[in-house]
Structure formats: structure tokens, C-alpha cells
């Protein structure tokens, strides 16, 4: 069966960096493009950053661009998040996500698209 398990939340402040990893099991990892969503209190689930099944191309919101890393291991089955400089309006819940791709690149920012999803992590930051 198929897991993605998100860890690396936490409280922090503005300011502050982390870096969230995603290890997926059950899948053959390098198959699935990855993503991180999002979803603060009261609002929708929102892209965050996406990544071609190779790890070549990378995507961001505009929210966290310049300020966010998405990166891949597929010898560990690993995705992370680096988020640098955070602000309050980054506290959400994360969540990684796989979808599958028979080609090696593309990607999509639509969550209807994503096969499968972690349980989430929590990010705070305070001001």
C-alpha cells in the first residue's frame, strides 16, 4: 500500500527557515511527479511547489517563489521542502502528494491530478 509521510513542521518565527521532508513507500517513486500543497485555517487546499519526476524542473506559487526549495532523492524516496525567510501566512498544514506520470516531465499545480497524499504536517510561524 502506498504511504507518503510528511515530517519536519513545527513552530516557528518570521524569519525562520525549515525544510519539510516527504518519504513515500509502496510506489515506484520515480514514476510519480511530486508536490507540496497547503492549507491554512478557514482556506482551501493551495500548490506550493511541484517537481518533475527526474528532478530537473521545478515549480513554485508565486507566494513562495525565491523563497522555497523543492527537491528529490529518488534513491531515498524522499521529497523536501526548504522554506527560508517564513511568514505567518506560510502557518498551514502541508501535504505531499504523487501523481503519476508515464513521461518524464511534466507536472500539474491542479490537486484533482495527485494520486496519492501524506497525512500533513503542521507549520506555525509566529511574528
Known amino acids: 500500500q502506498v504511504q507518503l509521510v510528511e515530517s519536519g513542521g513545527g513552530l516557528a518565527q518570521a524569519g525562520d527557515s525549515l525544510r519539510l521532508s516527504c518519504a513515500a513507500s509502496?510506489?515506484?517513486?520515480?514514476?510519480?511527479?511530486m508536490a507540496w500543497f497547503r492549507q491554512a485555517p478557514g482556506k482551501e487546499r493551495e500548490f506550493v511547489a511541484a517537481?518533475?519526476?527526474?528532478?530537473?524542473?521545478?515549480y513554485y506559487a508565486d507566494s513562495v517563489k525565491g523563497r522555497s526549495s523543492i527537491s528529490r532523492d529518488n534513491a531515498k524516496n524522499t521529497v523536501y521542502l526548504q522554506m527560508n525567510s517564513l511568514k505567518p501566512e506560510d502557518t498551514a498544514v502541508y501535504y505531499c502528494?504523487?501523481?503519476?506520470?508515464?513521461?518524464?516531465?511534466?507536472?500539474?499545480?491542479?490537486?484533482?491530478?495527485?494520486?496519492?497524499w501524506g497525512q500533513g504536517t503542521q507549520v506555525t510561524v509566529s511574528s
Open positions: 502528494a504523487a501523481d503519476f506520470r508515464s513521461y518524464s516531465g511534466g507536472y500539474s499545480r491542479d490537486q484533482r491530478e495527485y494520486d496519492y
Open positions: 509502496g510506489l515506484t517513486f520515480s514514476m510519480y511527479a
Open positions: 517537481i518533475v519526476r527526474s528532478g530537473m524542473n521545478t
